[in-house]
């Protein structure tokens, strides 16, 4: 049975550290000592002889160095183990901000931040766990040597039975891996029906069926995470048992049949008998880390999984020099993409796409739903890769995965489900004169308020979160002003003012703007309207 936790350590330091190594192979073999030291003390008592100063020496100073050396491995075994795991999620965090828009929405919210809470939760309280397991399986080698000492037969006996014990053990140990590994997936997709609750309230509060149905969905997932959680438990329960039916077994041979065959002195037996006492609670602690193992096997490996997976998905990041900070002219030549469902069967094609876009064009957007409109969008932007043999040129050179993240740069888009930060990130020298003037142009001033550099209050209305994002956008100053849909949520007033003040403001300041409308009474204000159907633009 591999330890990957172990593995997933050693990939992330030059080397584990050797005091921690050290100071757990001391704190086991001290204890294990101990029944060495007891036995002999107890020998002597049993003679009424009195115990010599020095054994009581040598008994506290053992203590002593037990308990200093496993406080100090422990303690340290912990530290490494948060600076590594800290190491390790801010590195597939930093990973993950680079990875493609495709990726993210393939893999599903749910999925990755159970991977990045859960996991790396189930591997920090491990730690313990496994140096606990380290320590006490180094305990049960000394005292098993120091039984060897006594009777060299009873001691192979002892390693007979435990060895049918591990391999026994072991070749359960992928079951139990399996029942955990199955859970991990159902609770992922418990996870994700969380996220349903909280996202679709309002319309689950309007619809009573709606709400049961979903409800019913939740109970039957957390009820099957739950039945592969007990499964995994109960199997490990059950052959933990058996592995202590093996254990009686083997006290029975060393009580009743090892005196027959072999000269055993009394005192020796009551020696080994002590020993094995003394060595059974390790012992169990040794078989009970087998289930920790086994679902931190399971963490360990989805993390692995996920970071591969963004190596896969992922690009380096742009210096600041680089960004493209200004363009004449846009082309998109026979762009083309695909959503395709879990059979891998084609659902929906965008294109192939013609369309050039020159600097200062103002282009509309119009369709009906499911038309194609927002993937053209992201076709445009780069978050969507156009598939061969389509291509993005800017200025007449081709885009590629070198230049991709620089091109992107460009663009300011406001989406329809558009996320909002508190705080003004990417920004610098904001002026907090216009921006709370900005504010109160919107009508937000009294509802949120700007300082050190972020606004007090995100939680507003749909059309406000809008205006808000709108003003997030017009502070970065790019050249190119995206409005997907923005004034499907805002009275006429703003839908107004898009058009007769932003628009016009834009256009003075030499920006292209590009925006997804309805708002059929203002084409007028367009250079070029675009119609999409079917995922195509239609002449």
Known sequence: MKIKMIDFFAMEINSLRLSIIYTTILSGCCYGILIFIINNAANIVFQDISVELYMIGIYAVICIVFYVSHNYALFNSIQLATDVIALVRLRILDKLRHAELLFIEKKGHADIHMRLTQDFNTIFHAVPVLFASVEDLITVIVIYMYIAIISFESFVVIISFLSIS??????????????????????????????????????????????????????????????????????????????????????????????????????????????????????????????????????????????????????????????????????????????????????????????TIRKQDVIFIVGGNGSGKSTLLKLLTGLYPTLPPGQIFLDNQPITSDTMSAYRQLFSIIFTDYYLFKKLYGLESVDEKVVKQMLKTMLLHRKTQFFNNQFSNTDLSTGQRKRLACIEALLEDKPIYVFDEWTADQDPVFRKFLYETILQDLKKAGKTVIIVTHDDRYFHYADTVITMENGKIQE
């Open 166 to 355: 591990i391999l026994y053990f072991y070749s359960k140990y992928f079951l139990i891996k399996k029942d955990m590994m199955q859970s991990g997936k159902t609770e992922s997709e418990f996870f994700g029906m969380i996220n349903d609750v909280i996202k679709g309230f309002k319309q689950i509060k309007l619809h009573f069926q709606k709400n049961e149905d979903l409800f019913k969905d939740i109970v039957s997932v957390s009820k099957e995470s739950e039945k592969y959680k007990i499964q995994g438990l109960i199997t490990y329960r059950e052959h933990t048992m058996k592995i202590m039916i093996f254990h009686f077994t083997m006290y029975a041979t060393l009580l009743f049949v090892m005196p027959i065959y072999f000269d055993l002195l009394r005192v020796s037996i009551l020696k080994i008998f002590a020993a094995l006492l003394f060595a059974q609670g390790p012992l169990d602690m040794v078989f009970r880390s087998f289930a920790t193992i086994a679902m931190t096997n399971v963490a360990v490996k989805n993390l692995q999984d996920l970071e591969e997976e963004l190596d896969q998905n992922s690009h380096a990041i742009i210096e600041q020099e680089s960004h493209v900070k200004d363009f004449e002219k846009i082309s998109l030549k026979s762009v083309l993409f695909q959503y395709k469902d879990s059979q891998g069967e084609i659902s929906f094609q965008s294109g192939p796409i013609d369309l």
